[in-house]
């Protein structure tokens, strides 16, 4: 199966292992499968019996055609051998009719590690493949879990190098700490004085640099992306979803061909986009819900068809994962709703590009609405239902996945809607141990204590265990401590890439 690009059409097509290599399509396009692999019922069926590790060979091989059974089942124990739970994704009852499906039982305890634990196994057999023998450089700009994902899955990984840029006061103390005292000789952490947006944009300028990549070319290097525009970090994600399903089967909460719905906190679509890819695969979902914290720009478009983030304020919630304006695989979808037409999409992406808005129509509206649905709430909301599933269903999440838990219930409420449904659940609560103390036990109980003392109390009070990934963190040797300006970020590259001042 060859893969396409969102605005050129077939005219770029790509081998699956060149277009995870490569990253970003043509134009600025998004790789996407040149069809849907198709899963009958009794496929389906026969996922019941399997391990993570089988249906994810399975669901892989179908869109990965250029790699062998042997080289996926290598790739895929490797990553996820690591996982706390032998089940890796497990699916847990949490009130009448809904479950939750837990990825984040990964090293880095967010559901990045699903796609980044794969992905540089993925990337590896993807340079041989296309005899690649530079050094595959991964430049990633984080809001705080994608960061400490990529790096944990690249560390050590012969070939590969990778960079991380975070905006140093956009991330939590947790998730600093993790970035900084990462090891391996091949990773890179630099804290850049700005937003998320400056080390987004200062990222794609790199990327867009033929300077840098002549400089990089000449030392034996090529960049490439970490990101979820990256075809290698979508296909982890449909795995999980075939999994969800198979687990319902054989719990016995539903029978075979039962549509099931899922309701997905999201940020950058990612995750959402790969359920929509298993249902286009033949997965019996009903409804996909798309879930938001504050920054609400997808339940508007879900309602209205019209994407809009013209004078829209950009708020920091206590779910920072899903503080984004712009959700670059919103353009797979829109691929999909318009019939596969480049030009309609590359009309679209222009528009948002100058005028920062789009509008999809009525025709293409109708047809998303037929399988999406959109809700949103702010902090106090998402809150509240750490507070209330906690105690009603002794069920404890984290904020993002709170947000999803919410729309849900508004969902249900609204619509009457009662086909089984799944939550997605993105992170530990002990990712986010200041908030889902505060939440379940009030702010004075978190009065005077850092994030570390945080978790400890939620520990003993909830009877759970603070993960060891987080326990040790105040007492790990800090090993990256550069600093650049916003509009420096290049030269920081090249100093940390010559070893000069730290790390
Ligand atoms: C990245 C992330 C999300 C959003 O996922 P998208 O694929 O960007 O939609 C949600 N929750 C957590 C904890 C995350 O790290």
């Known amino acids: 199966m060859q893969f396409i690009g969102t605005r050129t059409g077939a005219a770029g097509a790509v081998s699956a292992s060149r277009a995870i290599l490569r990253g970003l399509a043509e134009s600025g396009g998004l ?13 389906i069926d026969g996922m019941r019996e399997m391990t993570y590790a089988q249906r994810a060979v399975r669901v892989l091989r179908a869109f990965l055609e250029d790699f062998s059974e042997e080289e996926l089942q290598a790739a895929v124990g490797a990553a996820y051998g690591s996982f706390d739970d032998p089940r890796v994704a497990p699916l847990r009852p949490v009130r009448e009719g809904v479950s939750a499906l837990e990825l984040y039982h990964g090293p880095t305890l967010a ?12 990337m590896t057999l993807s340079m041989k493949k296309n005899a690649e023998a530079r050094e595959v450089f991964i430049l990633v700009a984080t809001s705080g879990d994608t960061g400490k994902a990529a790096l944990a899955g690249f560390a050590d990984v012969p070939g590969t190098r990778c960079a991380v840029f975070y905006p140093q006061a956009g991330v939590s103390e947790a998730q600093r700490l993790q970035m900084v005292t990462q090891r391996g000789d091949n990773t890179h952490v630099i804290a850049v004085r700005g937003n998320f947006d400056d080390a987004q944009t200062g990222v794609k300028r790199i990327f867009a640099d033929a300077d840098f990549a002549a400089a990089m070319d000449a030392q034996g290097r090529v960049l490439s992306s970490a990101n979820s525009i990256n075809f290698g970090r979508l296909v982890p994600q449909v795995v999980y979803y075939f999994s969800a399903y198979a687990d319902l089967l054989r719990a016995g909460t539903i029978l075979l061909g039962d549509p099931v719905n899922f309701c997905v906190p999201t940020g950058n679509f990612g995750n959402i986009l790969a359920a929509e890819y298993a249902r286009r695969c033949g997965l019996p979902i009903g409804r996909l819900l798309c879930a938001s914290n504050g920054n609400n720009v997808l339940a508007d478009f879900m309602e209205t068809g019209r994407y809009d983030i013209s004078g829209r304020a950009f708020y920091r919630t206590i779910s920072p994962s899903m503080d984004i304006l712009i959700s670059s695989n919103l353009e797979r979808l829109l691929f999909e709703l318009c019939g596969r037409d480049p030009k309609q999409v590359r009309g679209w992406m222009e528009a948002l590009r100058t005028g920062s808005r789009y509008d999809i129509g009525n025709k293409n509206l109708c047809a998303m609405r037929a399988v999406f649905a959109g809700g949103f709430t702010d902090d106090a909301g998402t809150r509240e239902e750490i507070r209330r599933t906690y105690a009603e269903d002794g069920y404890l999440m984290d904020p993002h996945t709170a947000v999803a838990s919410h729309v849900l219930r508004a ?55 603070v993960p060891p990934q987080i326990a040790e963190l105040p007492t790990m040797p800090v090993r990256h401590k550069r600093v650049c300006e916003k509009d420096r970020m290049e030269e920081a590259l090249l100093e940390a890439l010559s070893g000069k001042n730290g790390m």
């Open 411 to 465: 969902y249900q409420e609204q619509t009457g809607d009662r086909t089984p449904s799944v939550i997605v659940s993105t992170a530990s609560p002990y990712k986010f141990g200041r908030p889902v103390l505060e939440a379940i036990a009030g702010t004075q109980a978190a009065e005077g204590l850092d994030d570390f003392g945080c978790c400890g109390v939620l520990a003993a009070r909830t009877g759970t265990r």
């Open 111 to 122: 559901f990045k590690d699903m796609a980044l634990q794969l992905l540089p196994h993925l």
């Open 31 to 43: 790789y996407v499968p040149e069809r849907f692999p198709s899963f009958s019922l009794s496929d």
